[in-house]
């Protein structure tokens, strides 16, 4: 079958545990899973976080899982990119939703001191590519994070904070572990993600059933994370956007990867099956709608990359407000009030 033709970047993207420095090049995995079904108590139940650790187990199993690895090692390598334009050394370091260290494999160990992989999905962790880093591989819930406070100089995560429940407590959880002046880089799915295979399914359904569900978990809009990372304890914050286009060959194609991936809605309010007349409406429509000139159909996956920082007193903080000398009205003036010697320069 064939796969996608490739990737094109269209725009500007608790519980205490102890955590061991020690044999910092030794492989270990612990457990810290939640308890099977458990959420907070003020988050609303979405998602089946159960079904989703069987979707993830089920796609680190395949005998070929690389063949679906293409889009988070696309947006691994773009963190990893973020990682390196800060230029400080840290000790320790956490990804949060490992999967099968997609971030890791583009770190080096003059950069990273030690990681900890953090993933729901065991066979994820077993399964994890290789890199030069000492990690340590730990089963967790990134709703119910194992660590203390003040444990880590950064905490990276990619592509899998789009499927929890309650992203406000995971991201003060995050915030919670990380060590004054430490930093935070993740990235996660946007709402205009899959907007062709969702308006297709919806469509189709439509003509065919008399009303759709939904088929497309759904997605944080990015005029709220920066509002969830300031409420969680956040500042000098950084949020932008990134759209990655693939072609496939056609939709059903497309949700065959989706599936490759672990990527597979399991929202409590979907619907369990599709009549087939219904999915072959949808892929006509999906074609009909959007078919590239050599025949293949697109999906847009819009990422969201984010950055925040722990406070510490270190840290540049604006002017108070009133303090300026210089109104923004005098910048048109600004030659006339730089000593000549500096202007000669």
């Given at each position: ?81 973020r990682v390196y334009d800060i230029p400080r050394a840290f000790p320790l370091a956490l990804d949060l939703g490992c999967g099968r260290g997609y971030i890791a494999q583009y770190l080096n160990k003059e950069t ?129 956007t990134d759209e990655i286009q693939v072609n496939y060959p056609g939709m059903f194609e497309l949700m065959e990867d989706l599936q490759g991936m672990g990527e597979s809605n399991c929202s409590w309010n979907r ?75």
């Open positions: 079958m064939p796969r996608p033709a490739g990737l094109w970047r269209l725009c500007r993207r608790p519980w205490a545990a102890r955590v061991s420095a020690e044999n910092p090049g030794r492989r270990e995995i612990t457990s810290g899973v939640s308890p099977r079904g458990s959420t907070s108590l003020r988050a609303l139940n979405i998602f089946d976080r159960d079904l989703k650790r069987k979707q993830k187990n089920w796609a680190a199993r395949q005998p070929e899982p690389t063949k679906f690895d293409y889009l988070k090692e696309e947006v691994g390598s773009r963190i990893a990119d990273i001191g030690k990681l900890f992989q953090v993933d729901i999905a065991e066979n994820a962790l077993k399964n994890s590519l290789e890199t030069e880093i000492p990690t340590v591989s730990v089963l967790a819930d990134e709703e119910f994070l194992p660590f203390r406070e003040n444990t880590f100089d950064l905490v990276v995560s990619s592509l899998s904070l789009h499927w929890v429940n309650d992203l406000p407590r995971a991201l003060e959880q995050i915030h919670y572990i990380l060590k004054p002046d430490g930093v935070f880089i993740g990235a996660m799915f946007g709402g205009d993600t899959l907007y062709e295979l969702r308006c297709s399914l919806q469509l189709a359904e439509t003509e065919r059933e008399g009303g759709f569900s939904p088929h497309v978990s759904p997605f944080t809009a990015v005029n709220d994370l920066g509002h969830l990372l300031g409420r969680a304890g956040f500042n000098t914050l950084t949020v932008d619907k369990a099956l599709l009549h087939r007349d219904t999915m072959l409406a949808a892929a006509a429509v999906y074609r009909e709608m959007y078919r590239n000139e050599d025949g293949s159909v697109p999906a847009t996956y819009q990422i969201y990359y984010m950055i925040g920082w722990k406070y510490h007193e270190s840290q540049a903080r604006p002017a108070e407000r009133g303090s300026a000398t210089v109104s923004f009205g005098e910048l048109g003036k600004i030659n006339n009030l730089m000593p000549q010697g500096k202007k000669s320069q």
